[in-house]
Nanobody
Framework: VQLQASGGGLVELGGSLTVSCAAS????????MGWFRQVPGKEREFVAG????????KYADAVKGRFTISRDNAKNTILLQMNSVNPEDAAVYLC????????????????WGQGTQVTVSS
């Protein structure tokens, strides 16, 4: 079982970036998927989650209206589109798999993926 995040990098303040997470060893279609982020010295923070129906989503207040989570079950992949990024969005972004969307939201995670670093330049 593996979740491999990619697509991180340097993004300008106010710019956009999309990070992706490819799963192997299991089908993402059977799980609620999510994104968390972590900054050194701070607790890991929930960012977004998407249910198995690919329609129901949840977002942290800090990213609501700017970030969009989506899934591509055929490619066994989830995406996080980030718009209007600000300095607080700089972090390592980690993808996750959980039994339910509620589980994602409360941090009850079955699988954690490797992170991808997002850096915001001003």
């Amino acid at each position: 079982v593996q979740l491999q995040a990619s697509g991180g990098g340097l993004v300008e303040l106010g710019g956009s970036l999309t990070v992706s997470c490819a799963a192997s060893g299991f089908a993402v279609s059977r799980f609620a998927m999510g994104w968390f982020r972590q900054v050194p010295g701070k607790e890991r923070e929930f960012v977004a989650g998407i249910d198995t129906d690919a329609i129901t989503t949840k977002y942290a207040d800090a990213v609501k209206g700017r970030f969009t989570i989506s899934r591509d079950n055929a490619k066994n992949t989830i995406l996080l589109q980030m718009n209007s990024v600000n300095p607080e969005d700089a972090a390592v972004y980690l993808c996750t798999a959980s039994p339910t969307l509620y589980s994602v939201r409360v941090g009850n995670i079955y699988y954690w993926g490797q992170g991808t670093q997002v850096t915001v330049s001003s």
